[in-house]
């Protein structure tokens, strides 16, 4: 449970501008739909997908580190390392269990396979959207536990797009489509208040010793 009155004085500290962005931006934020990557091994791709998750408004972030385990790449990310809640994984096993134990259909990203198209894609379900290795896609377990298979229609000589362009393009379409819905796809309002504490504490680099000035004064 959130100290709503720590939040207001830690907010205190921020620009009314800056508050008023947090608020704009985390009634646009979801947790309906999350986004998992697994073995990608350029850098720039896996933090590339997180930036797209935050401009589409993607709360976490599933990062599978089984074969390849790097450190997200700051400048492609352009700061949306900090906005986003990335969750690691040594096992493909282990974040497909997670998510499935979350409530989420495990929907498999590939041009290959017997597979819907994204515009027929049932958004009536809390989705995982899985993407994989660019070479070689995603690994049998994904696809062997997959609910639903999805694929990007494309008509030139050009087989499979950048995991990066894929997940926005499928991002883009599926969160739109989300927030012209009836499904209730917010976040929570005890999720609003948590994220708003995290972005308080990652921006006000004294945030600890104001948190010690708050407690001595108040508690």
Request: glycine fraction near 2%.
């Amino acid at each position: 449970m959130i100290d709503i009155q720590l939040l207001e004085y830690l907010e205190s500290f921020l620009t009314p501008r800056r508050l008023a962005l947090y608020k704009k931006v985390l009634d646009k934020r979801t947790d309906y739909f999350t986004v998992a990557v697994e073995d990608v091994y350029q850098l720039h791709n896996t933090s590339a997908v997180i930036r797209s998750c935050d401009v589409f408004g993607i709360q976490n972030v599933h990062v599978i580190e089984e074969i390849n385990a790097k450190r997200i790449d700051r400048e492609i990310a352009m700061g949306a390392q900090k906005w986003v809640d990335i969750n690691r994984y040594t096992t493909t096993k282990e974040c497909i269990a997670t998510l499935k134990n979350k409530g989420y259909q495990i929907v498999a990203t590939t041009p290959h396979n017997d597979s819907i198209e994204l515009k027929d894609f049932d958004i009536h379900r809390p989705s995982a959207f899985f993407f994989g290795q660019e070479q070689e896609g995603l690994s049998d377990m994904v696809l062997e536990s997959a609910d639903t298979i999805l694929h990007i229609p494309m008509v030139g000589f050009t087989e499979s797009l950048n995991i990066s362009v894929s997940a926005a393009i499928i991002l883009q379409q599926v969160t739109n489509r989300l927030r012209n819905s009836a499904i209730s796809w917010q976040l929570s309002k005890e999720e609003k208040l948590e994220k708003r504490m995290d972005w308080a504490k990652k921006v006000i680099k004294s945030h600890e010793e104001i948190i010690d000035r708050y407690k001595k004064e108040y508690e």
